[in-house]
């Protein structure tokens, strides 16, 4: 099957008992057993429920990987992989990344005896940082908030040579645009929260992984632990992906258009988009995604807070608002936002500064995007 085909189908066969075409939302916590252990493959919904194993199903064949999990949010998603680290393990991970990931290493696991580094993403950084105790090299491409790109499969070899193995978050680009499985990685994150769920209402998250063993451990984490998904929420998860193929391309188009104007405007010193051919990681990511995403970065020349609000008020379309990956367009300001978990010594150093402006780019008429900017930033 094709990835558009697999966005409708995979998992998604007709309901054995009514036929209905709709993998029925199953919103029963518990099921009737025959005799004592003798079911029908379901006992209890945190262990297992039919709709959230259909979208489990779903994402491992758009990240054509074997194993998938759900999970309540991506930041639980995440939770479950470093708790099958123990104490003294080291995990790499590139330092441009989600605020919430890098406060759930440091305020959460590193306190549990995790020890991390940060890592700028070249793939040489990553060899040099290798201690005897690294066990993960954690990377999200394209990164955020700056959309750098990590040469997934260059890191990948790296890691393997060293028994270590790779985790890329792929939120950003989603599986229509990038399969990390595909280059070398060993486990992909999503906050499903974002593209893949694509309609801003829910919160959740997924793992796709194919080593059996590494599955069995998380799949009896996310049952110990117990950080599932609702029936519903994966419900409405399973839904958003069918037109993810055709949400993905409008994204791409219209960013590769938002990010050509606000290259040229004169209010403007920096865009970081890798769909522009004067973007340095162009080339990169030609090499290893099929699309460049709908997410763009910006700096206005004088950059404080006072400057971003006034551009944020003058929006009439365009919300601020945290999160991305919706079919309506966000604007966010990730210093005070996103990123206001990172300490801000270390997000000028990273380059996530005042004057940074991030755009989630909608399916919207893009015309009406660009006259919105434009109002915004006429000041
Ligand atoms: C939002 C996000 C997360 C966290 O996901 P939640 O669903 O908010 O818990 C992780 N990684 C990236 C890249 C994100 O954008």
Wanted: some cysteine; glycine content about 8%; aromatic content about 10%.
């Amino acid at each position: 099957m094709k990835f558009a085909t697999k966005t409708i189908h995979a998992g998604q066969v007709p309901d054995k008992a009514t036929g209905a075409v709709v993998v029925p939302i199953y919103q029963t916590s518990t099921y009737k057993q025959d005799e004592i252990n003798v079911h029908k493959g379901f006992e209890y919904s945190r262990t297992g429920n039919p709709t959230r194993q259909a979208l489990e199903e779903c994402l491992a064949a758009l990240e054509n990987g074997r194993f998938s999990l759900t999970f309540s949010s991506g930041l639980a998603a995440e939770h479950a992989v470093l708790s099958t680290l123990k104490p003294g393990d080291h995990v790499i991970a590139a330092e441009d990344m989600y605020g919430g990931t890098y406060r759930l290493f440091e305020q959460v696991f590193k306190p549990y005896g995790l020890q991390f580094s940060y890592v700028n993403g070249n793939t040489g950084d990553f060899e040099k940082a290798i201690k005897p105790e690294t066990k993960l090299f954690w990377i999200e491409s394209p990164t955020n908030p700056l959309l750098c790109i990590i040469d997934i499969s260059a890191v990948s070899a790296i890691a393997h040579k060293n028994n270590i193995k790779v985790v890329v978050d792929n939120t950003f680009a989603s599986p229509f645009f990038q399969q990390p499985l595909l280059l070398g990685a060993d486990l992909v994150v999503h906050s499903t929260t974002k593209y893949i769920g694509g309609h801003s209402d829910l919160i959740g998250g997924a793992l796709i992984v194919n080593d059996e063993e590494w599955y069995a451990k998380l799949k009896f984490l996310q049952n110990a632990i117990g950080a599932i998904p609702g029936v519903f929420d994966s419900w409405l998860i399973l839904r958003g992906i069918k037109t993810l193929s055709v949400r993905m391309k409008q994204h791409e188009e219209n960013a590769l258009r938002i990010a050509t104007f606000l290259e040229s405007h004169p209010g403007i010193t920096q865009v970081y988009y890798p769909g522009l051919p004067s973007n340095p990681f162009h080339n990169l990511a030609k090499q290893q995604m099929t699309g460049f995403g709908g997410m763009i970065s910006f700096k206005l020349g004088q950059g404080d807070e006072k400057a971003a609000n006034s551009l944020f008020k003058k929006l009439k379309i365009i919300s601020l608002a945290e999160s991305l990956g919706g079919v309506e367009s966000l604007i966010c300001y990730p210093s005070a936002m996103t990123h206001g978990s990172i300490p801000e010594e270390q997000r000028n150093a990273i380059g996530v500064t005042k004057d940074l402006i991030r755009l989630s780019v909608g399916i919207e008429d893009v015309e009406d995007l660009i006259e919105d900017l434009s109002r915004g930033l006429n000041y």
